[in-house]
């Protein structure tokens, strides 16, 4: 397995941050603008939440959506893995979103060249919901993106959602990402899917290869051409949505 890039968009903006905090010597004294025209930004930053009980980082199905991503692409791509608890008890979801948004922000500020990429497995995906403005079962909670950094996420991917099953996933729900959204629910698996015959080995271990691959393959689409591609959803749904709460087990 190929090591882990790591990205650099934050440790930019802690460098500029630094040198505003300096004393102003003359008018032409550092800012942000400069020190972020001068750092090599990424082509693409994928921002990625991990399952529940997952040790921190992107866990098995964002390296796997990441490293299919990395041979599919020449653009140079840099990862984020979502900074919150993914705990049992579901309490973490908003803090993760929020964490979402902060790097979002960042990456505006820091690199605005740079494509980004939100995606979420399990009680990830409910992170991603939350930042998307995706209900499921009528909760609302956490912090939705404000629509004025939408533009910069160019995809947005998940696995084994449970809006799939409940209000519906992000491209039937979200106004801003639903036409740049990719939510894969593998057959069989129960947080997802509905109905007879599930198994929560579908869950657990139906999403590498297959669906990372087709994952990576509309991403590298979007980064291509950002508009409205096959497969993609059909675009916003009229009328308020809101976030999620902690549902998974």
């Known amino acids: 397995m190929r090591s882990v890039q790591v990205s ?28 972020a025209s001068a750092y090599d930004c990424p082509d693409v930053e994928v921002i990625f939440a991990r399952g529940t009980s997952e040790p921190p980082g992107v866990g098995r199905v964002g390296r796997a959506l990441i490293d299919s ?17 993914a705990g049992r008890l579901q309490l973490g979801g908003g803090d993760g979103a929020n964490d979402v948004i902060k790097r979002v922000k960042a990456a505006a500020e820091v690199c605005p ?28 909670w956490g912090n939705q993106l404000p629509a004025q950094f939408a533009d910069q996420v160019v995809a947005v991917t998940t696995f084994g959602n449970p809006a799939d099953r409940t209000g519906g996933p992000i491209s039937v729900q979200s106004a801003l990402f639903g036409s740049k959204a990719l939510d894969l629910c593998n057959p069989g698996d129960p947080i997802c899917h509905e109905g007879p015959g599930n198994e929560w080995t579908d869950h657990t271990d139906g999403y590498i290869p297959a669906l990372t691959s087709q994952a990576a ?7 291509r051409s950002p508009g409205l591609l096959p497969g993609s959803g059909p675009g916003p749904v009229p009328g308020p949505v809101s976030a999620p709460g902690p549902l998974l087990p």
């Open 113 to 140: 060249n740079t494509q980004l990429v939100l995606g979420g497995y399990s009680q990830g995906a409910s992170v991603i919901d939350i930042v998307t403005g995706t209900q499921v079962g009528g909760i609302s």
């Open 217 to 223: 393959n509309f991403i590298a689409g979007r980064l």
């Open 69 to 85: 991503l990395r041979q599919q692409t020449s653009k140079k791509v840099d990862e984020y893995a979502v900074n919150y608890p």
């Open 8 to 35: 650099s968009i934050f440790s930019a903006t802690v460098m500029a941050a630094a040198l505003l905090a300096l004393p102003a010597v003359s008018p032409l004294a550092p800012s942000v603008t400069p020190v």
